[in-house]
């Protein structure tokens, strides 16, 4: 299974842009990078998923490099209810379907 | 529509009894799994189910722990002779088909479960 680097923590203003940056130098051709959040007392809810081409939705961005070793899930406007534990996974492609999840990336909006 | 529901919210019971945690998917969907939080941890993968059948159980941690989804929708996730290590969130997730890479799994609030 391919597995993911991020930080620890970030903090961002409120109503500017949270950059979460995520590495996973060694994933597959045919895996998907997501990326779920967790906030406080409630189960993960998941945000995007791309697999080479850049995504948008509602709630984010998703970047990722050319070689996609890398990602950047970017929240244009992050407000307080933004403030959760932000996962970035790499779904396994074969043998299986289960979801490894790392860490995560703590996030701190601040008014 | 509803969510991914789980009961109890919270069980709290006495080291080495046994326990059940329902999970109840969305309606329609096919794949199920479960996992463990502990605090400060990410999700940790337990079991997954495809209809009625646990198509990959490997992260089951021993023999204590097993789980059924009889009828492919309900599953039930059983702990015997509990042990205070067992204490953690249980979340059951649930997603629409049959497992692909492009699978989006929705999650439940969780169970709870604290071993005294």
């Known amino acids: 299974d391919a597995k993911t680097t991020q930080p620890t923590s970030m903090d961002c203003a409120e109503g500017r842009a949270a950059n979460l940056p995520c590495n996973h130098s060694t994933i597959s051709g045919n895996e998907y990078v997501y990326w779920y959040r967790q906030i406080h007392s409630q189960g993960p809810q998941y945000i995007i998923h791309g697999l080479k081409n850049n995504e948008t939705n509602e709630m984010a961005s998703l970047i990722i490099t050319e070689d996609r070793k890398s990602s950047t899930l970017i929240l244009p406007h992050a407000t307080l209810r933004d403030t959760a534990v932000y996962y970035c996974i790499v779904r396994v492609g074969t043998g299986g379907f289960k979801t490894i999840f790392g860490a995560g990336t703590r996030l701190f909006v601040k008014a | 529509g509803a969510g991914v529901s789980q009961t109890p919210s919270n069980k709290v019971t006495e080291k080495g009894k046994y326990v059940e945690l329902r999970c109840d998917p969305i309606s329609g969907h096919t794949a199920l799994y479960w996992y463990r939080q502990s605090l400060g941890q990410g999700p940790e993968f337990l079991i997954y189910f495809q209809g009625t059948g646990a198509a990959d159980d490997s992260g089951l941690p021993n023999d204590r722990f097993f789980a059924v989804r009889p009828e492919g929708s309900v599953s039930t996730l059983k702990i015997q002779r509990t042990e205070r290590g067992d204490s953690a969130v249980y979340l059951c997730?649930?997603?629409?088909?049959?497992?692909?890479?492009?699978?989006?799994?929705?999650f439940g609030p969780g169970t709870r479960l604290t071993v005294l």
């Open positions: 997730a649930s997603s629409p088909t049959t497992g692909s890479s492009t699978d989006t799994q929705y």
